[in-house]
T-cell receptor, first 113, second 116 residues
């Protein structure tokens, strides 16, 4: 298995532009998580899905952020419009039940200028 | 709200030394605890997972212990090597599928440097 695959690895965009981050979880995993990592706040859970259904989106900072999981093998995190304070590394992770732990993707480093 | 703290924030040791990283959590009602390693600019790699009913887990030179009642876990690294240099994070899962879901709350991390 190739693990959790995220794209792009790096994204530089101008303030106000729309940004879409993509994630392919491990096949057979039924939970998917989006995290954001910054120096100031560490790792923060944004949203997670179970069986493609959003379970907890309380970590989504504001309405500019949205996430979808149209099927078991794909999820997107969209920021529209983007702002400089959104600059961070965004990680996707997946897990299954019985639980044997999380598997993280390599992350997308987002820079909004 | 669960809070996870790791001490120290940074640690520098000479090669070959045994060391202990600490993790504490405020809510002892956890389902399990997981230790991760993060190399600079990379994602997180899972090291050890301890279920709430377990006291410790071992993998090679790594040993993780869990004292749920006191809200503490330690990661012991034996005979440290320069390749162990990374940031180590602990994370707790609160509940099962019906007990708060399987989201993790992460600690702030310990940045370890093992010097030659």
């Amino acid at each position: 298995d190739a693990g959790v695959i995220q794209s792009p690895r790096h994204e530089v965009t101008e303030m106000g532009q729309e940004v879409t981050l993509r994630c392919k979880p491990i096949s057979g995993h039924n939970s998917l998580f989006w995290y954001r990592q910054t120096m100031m706040r560490g790792l923060e859970l944004l949203i997670y899905f179970n069986n493609n259904v959003p379970i907890d989106d309380s970590g989504m900072p504001e309405d500019r952020f949205s996430a979808k999981m149209p099927n078991a093998s794909f999820s997107t995190l969209k920021i529209q419009p983007s702002e400089p304070r959104d600059s961070a590394v965004y990680f996707c992770a997946s897990s299954s039940e019985p639980y044997i732990g999380y598997t993280f993707g390599s992350g997308t480093r987002l820079t909004v200028v | 709200k669960q809070e996870v703290t790791q001490i120290p924030a940074a640690l520098s040791v000479p090669e070959g030394e045994n060391l202990v990283l600490n993790c504490s959590f405020t809510d002892s009602a956890i389902y399990n605890l997981q230790w991760f390693r993060q190399d600079p600019g990379k994602g997180l790699t899972s090291l050890l997972l301890i279920q709430s009913s377990q006291r410790e887990q071992t993998s090679g030179r790594l040993n993780a212990s869990l004292d749920k009642s006191s809200g503490r876990s330690t990661l012991y690294i034996a005979a440290s090597q320069p390749g162990d240099s990374a940031t180590y994070l602990c994370a707790v899962r609160r509940g099962g599928l019906t007990g708060g879901g399987n989201k993790l709350t992460f600690g702030t991390g310990t940045q370890l440097k093992v010097e030659l």
